[in-house]
């Protein structure tokens, strides 16, 4: 990670390829095309890019009245574990500090569990089969400010 530094900006149409391109190799459940370009438009979409301006990962988030609902949050494999996502949630943490922070994951996502608890996420709730394929539990978190 010493060897990146990170820029948090909007992302725009130009980034859509790079965007899908992490959005079908890196998750079982990728983000819809449809909704990844709508919260391009709407500009809520954040990526991370290094200093040679690859995309190193993507957040897409709802805006509510004082809430911030992830909808979608990934790294490119080659830069997975490498604090690309704890970067996206920290610049949320920044830019909307005074909303609060919800999201939903697989049970079976441990990797991103550990680390949304790490952000001190708290665990609020199960969602019944909210995932397909394969279906699956959601686990609520929210960040409280």
Known sequence: ????QIIIRLANQN???ALETINQSSSNTPYQS??????????TCFCACDNHGSIMG???IQKGFE????LYITTANEFKRQGVSKLLFNYLRTEFSK?????EVRPSNTGAIKLYE???MTFLNIRKKYYQNPTEDALVYK???
Do not use: P, R, V
């Open 1 to 4: 990670m010493a060897t990146h």
């Open 15 to 17: 980034d859509l390829e």
């Open 34 to 43: 449809f909704a990844l370009k709508n919260a391009i438009d709407q500009q």
């Open 58 to 60: 993507w957040i897409a």
């Open 67 to 70: 809430l911030i609902d992830i």
């Open 99 to 103: 909303s609060e922070i919800m999201l």
């Open 118 to 120: 790490s952000l001190g």
């Open 143 to 145: 960040y409280y400010i």
